[in-house]
């Protein structure tokens, strides 16, 4: 069973959207959720990270809200560009093995000029 | 500048080979980790290493073996290729994280490998 949901599978939004991907997990003991980027052809790439102690985090026009109550965490995109087109994922790190990172299934991200 | 280095980016193979795919990472990080990536599944863990010579197995380890003999290096050793094993291979590594830091993964650029 998937550790962290992601939705929605697929997006498309025009340039100057604000897309929102979102992501629920249920382990409590995760303590390090990061974002990544993925490009055709590319690896996967940091994008941004939270911690639980925080409820959002800015950086550039990527923001991500953290709700550790519901256990949930989403990424949102400002002023989207078509260069923003790429597949996202979220992780989440932890459990009993601080080691271990446990990622959505993807969000592929669309957008039109 | 990370820089985690996949031997091949595409390779075709025969079913019931021996299929060993490299990975080279240059920050002299303690962690490694193998992922297979296939659509709608996301990246799912194969194995990783804390340490030189030492493993443990991820999410989906049957079919698959590794190796760190070496830090910088961590191989994914496929002891007899299937059909099912077709799929985007990508390493990656991190450093160990230390107290309340998170330690973020650098990945590889993949290896899309076919099993015929």
């Known amino acids: 069973q998937q550790q962290v949901k992601q939705s929605p599978q697929s997006l498309i939004v025009q340039k100057g959207g604000i897309p929102i991907i979102n992501c629920a997990y249920e382990n409590t003991a995760f303590d390090y959720f990061p974002w990544y980027q993925q490009f055709p052809g590319k690896g996967p790439a940091l994008l941004i990270a939270i911690r639980p102690d925080v409820s959002e985090k800015k950086e550039g026009r990527f923001t991500i809200s953290f709700n550790k109550s519901a256990k949930q965490f989403s990424l949102h995109i400002m002023d989207s560009q078509p260069g923003d087109s790429a597949t996202y994922f979220c992780a989440a790190r932890g459990g009993y093995n601080f080691n271990k990172f446990y990622f959505g299934s993807g969000t592929k991200l669309n957008v039109k000029p | 500048d990370v820089k985690v280095t996949q031997s091949s980016r595409y390779l075709v193979k025969r079913t019931g080979e021996k299929v060993f795919l490299e990975c080279v990472q240059d920050?002299?990080?303690?962690?490694m980790f193998w992922y297979r990536q296939d659509p709608g599944l996301g990246l799912r863990l194969i194995y990783f290493s804390y340490d030189v010579k030492m493993k443990e197995k991820g999410d989906i380890p049957e079919g698959y073996s590794v190796s760190r003999e070496k830090k910088e290096r961590f191989s994914l050793i496929l002891e007899s290729a299937s059909t099912n094993q077709t799929s985007m291979y990508l390493c990656?590594?991190?450093?160990?994280?230390?107290?309340?830091?998170?330690?973020?993964?650098?990945f590889g650029d993949g290896t899309r490998l076919s099993i015929l």
């Open positions: 920050m002299d990080h303690e962690n």
């Open positions: 990656a590594s991190s450093l160990r994280p230390g107290g309340t830091l998170g330690q973020p993964q650098h």
